[in-house]
């Protein structure tokens, strides 16, 4: 058997599940939890067990699991957000494509079914490959502090863009 080292996720692992929702937060924005972005009405953030290197997760502030439940308001501002944040993937990463979509409630596959969100997923061909099949491992090109810092200052400079 080979083993693969990602060493970095042991700081994840050890750290737990969050108490409450990982969405939900007043004043400061904790770095710790790689939030990329803050609207009045949405959060970006990396997800920290991503799919593949750049893995975003876009959610609204509103602690809802409906998006039926959302004010239009919100709504828009959610879609401006998700667009810009596909933009600035464009930008950085220059992915071949993007996997984009919500897993409403946990028979659908969300791992958070109480808070909404959307995940963007940058895809590249050749992203898939035997070690998922083989050895049941990813393989992701980035550590997950790297993506950060590089996506960073593009979302606060679009976020001073569009809240001024």
């Known amino acids: ?35 990329l972005a803050v609207g009045d009405a949405w959060v970006v953030m990396l997800n920290m067990f991503p799919y593949n ?4 997760l876009v959610a609204p502030r509103q ?42 409630g946990t028979t659908a596959g969300a791992g958070i079914a109480d808070h909404l969100h959307w995940h963007i997923v940058p895809r590249w061909d050749g992203d898939t490959n035997y070690m998922p099949v083989i050895a049941e491992v990813k393989v992701l090109p980035q550590h997950l502090q790297a993506s950060y810092e590089s996506l960073r200052p593009h979302f606060d400079t679009w976020v001073a863009e569009h809240t001024a």
């Open 1 to 35: 058997m080979r083993v693969a080292w990602a060493p970095w996720r042991m700081t994840y692992i050890e750290r737990g599940r969050p108490e409450g929702c990982i969405f939900c937060f007043d004043g400061e924005v904790p770095a710790r939890d790689l939030v």
């Open 53 to 56: 290197n750049g893995h975003l």
């Open 63 to 104: 602690h809802t699991s409906r998006i039926q439940d959302l004010p239009d308001q919100t709504y828009g501002a959610l879609m401006q957000a998700l667009r810009a944040s596909m933009g600035i993937l464009d930008t950085v990463l220059a992915p071949q494509g993007m996997n984009v979509g919500i897993n409403l």
